[in-house]
């Protein structure tokens, strides 16, 4: 009796003659998450940029705010010279390192929160505060109410640090540093009932640490993503994503050659013998369906 060939062998003839259809990915369209408020210190933090404006020296500048949602603590105001994600990366590591960490962070759909390409708009920014354990909130594309209060902040920092724009960058940070010296100890809050931010706010008692790789006792096999986000795996190349290039999955097969990617308590989709990417199961952070 002749050995059918494998089946990958198969499928590579049928793909050269142009018999195999090729699924396209479902390209993922922001829709927020649960959203839920917090009645403590460090619950819930809001954290976005302000928008860019011009200096007089002709740069841009983003400045990169963070809030605590209770007491209105403004915590960051960095001033950047873009959004890319290691100068975002930066700025919650002192943070953190300043104030411990929170039990969430909110924030709208864009970049570096988000990333409109990989699975469930995660980013390598949102994949970092997963792994420390700090849930990712998102407001509803086009609504900026969902995040009021900061936005709110960001009117009062507009008008005044920003009208007129300093020369360059030190002297732009140095407003913003008065601004929140200001905004947390001598500017009495209305939503605090007239009381200042910092008589509210305490740093959170969970201290900023690297955290140690996560692990799957559950599933088949443990593997880390490569540099470029695929899954090597039984002599294959499975397509992942890039942002959580690095991490430690967990893979098992739940059905005859089909097989689940899970990062850490999140299913994030199937592949089986027949496609050479992660095809999106349920979207785990999208809001629920009452």
């Keep these: 009796m002749i050995k059918p060939p494998a089946i990958s062998t198969v499928h590579a003839v049928l793909d050269r003659h142009g018999l195999v259809v090729r699924r396209k990915r479902r390209r993922y369209k922001a829709k927020g998450t649960a959203l839920s408020a917090s009645n403590e210190p460090n619950g819930l933090w809001c954290a976005d940029y302000k928008g860019e404006f011009k200096l007089s020296n002709k740069q841009y500048c983003y400045p990169l705010t963070i809030t605590d949602y209770h007491s209105r603590y403004l915590l960051s105001c960095e001033g950047l010279s873009s959004t890319r994600s290691d100068f975002a990366f930066s ?45 990712i909130q998102r407001i509803k594309p086009g609504h900026p109410e969902q995040n009021g209060r900061h936005e709110r ?71 880390r993503v490569t540099h470029c986000g ?38 994030l989709g199937f592949f089986d013998n027949d496609t050479g990417r992660v095809e999106p199961a349920d979207d785990p952070f999208a809001p629920v369906k009452v």
């Design 91 to 135: 700025v919650f590591v002192q943070t953190f390192k300043d104030y411990g960490l929170p039990n969430a962070i909110r924030t709208d759909n864009g970049i570096p929160f988000s990333s409109d390409n990989a699975l469930y708009g995660l980013s390598k920014l949102s994949v970092w505060w997963l792994r420390l354990g700090i849930e």
């Design 153 to 223: 902040m960001h009117l009062t920092l507009k008008q005044e640090t920003t009208k007129p724009a300093s020369f360059n960058f030190l002297q732009q940070q140095q407003r913003f540093d008065r601004f929140v010296g200001v905004y947390n100890n001598e500017r009495p809050h209305q939503g605090l009932g007239g009381i200042y931010p910092g008589d509210v706010y305490t740093p959170s008692t969970r201290d900023y640490c690297v955290p140690d790789d996560p692990e799957y006792p559950y599933h088949d096999k443990s593997i």
């Design 230 to 267: 695929r899954i090597c795996m039984n002599n294959r190349k499975i397509n992942l994503s890039t942002v959580l290039a690095g991490q430690m999955v967990g893979v098992t097969e739940v059905d005859d050659d089909v097989w689940m990617v899970s990062f850490m308590h999140y299913d």
